[in-house]
């Protein structure tokens, strides 16, 4: 990681060491990261490698074993919850929604960092939550119940409610779980745009190093408890994917 990667970080990890699993095991060697706005990073790696944990412990949801976490130049633990809520987002696609909510309800919970859950909508809030519905092309079913949606409309509308929450960096927990690949590569499509757009820093777990390779600026491998990070034009020459063709 260079000064100026540093100097620009969004989010930075130094020396992080994070537990993962059952058992909480922790990861061999601690290692570096920075993640810049209007970058889009992918995260790989097996099944029960410690990805999921990896991304709770960047959102501040568990503590680091080692090392430290620092969003915008203040470490996680600087931050007042309400403040952190506003600058960072995990989307977990797979989470419970209460069935007869509808989906713009759903999104205008992303205001609720601002003014509270039970608070009435500022103009502002109102806004917000149509340019949100608007970006991830949900508006024309605003007032349908989440749990009659698509997999592929229930994750735009997952990732409008982020938008509408107005976070600098955005964590997804693979978003494209349930998708087909059509819907996987509009998806990602929309993280770009909506990275470069909205100028975010946001960090993607994903199994398909198709995806990866072609619309993510970075790839974050976490393989025997180690986690590497390199440019996605360097990912092969470095071997940063080798692990995906070994099997014992």
Known sequence: MTNVESQNALLECKDLLVG???????????????????????LMGENGCGKSSLLKTFAGLLSPVAGEVSLEGKTLTEWAPRERAQAISLVRMS?????????????RLGRSPYSGIFDSRTDEDNRIVK????????????????????DGER??????E??????????????????????????????????????????????????AERYCDKMMVVNGGTVRVA??????????????????
């Open 20 to 42: 993962y699993g059952k058992a909480l095991e922790t990861m061999k060697s601690p290692f570096d990261f920075s993640l810049s706005s209007g970058t889009v990073v992918a």
């Open 155 to 160: 994750s735009r509308v997952f990732l409008a």
């Open 231 to 248: 440019p996605t034009a360097d990912a092969r020459k470095t071997g940063l994917l080798d692990w995906t063709e070994t099997f014992e």
């Open 162 to 211: 982020a938008v509408a929450q107005q976070v600098k960096v955005l964590l997804l927990d693979e978003p494209n779980a349930f998708l087909d690949i059509p819907r996987s590569h509009a998806l990602f499509r929309l993280l770009k745009k909506i990275a470069m757009e909205r100028q975010m820093g946001i960090i993607v777990s994903t199994h398909s190093v198709e995806y």
């Open 95 to 107: 989470s419970a929604v209460p069935p007869r909510m509808s989906v713009s309800e759903f999104v």
């Open 131 to 150: 340019e949100s519905m608007d970006l991830l092309d949900v508006a024309a079913f605003a007032n349908r119940p989440i749990a009659e949606l698509s």
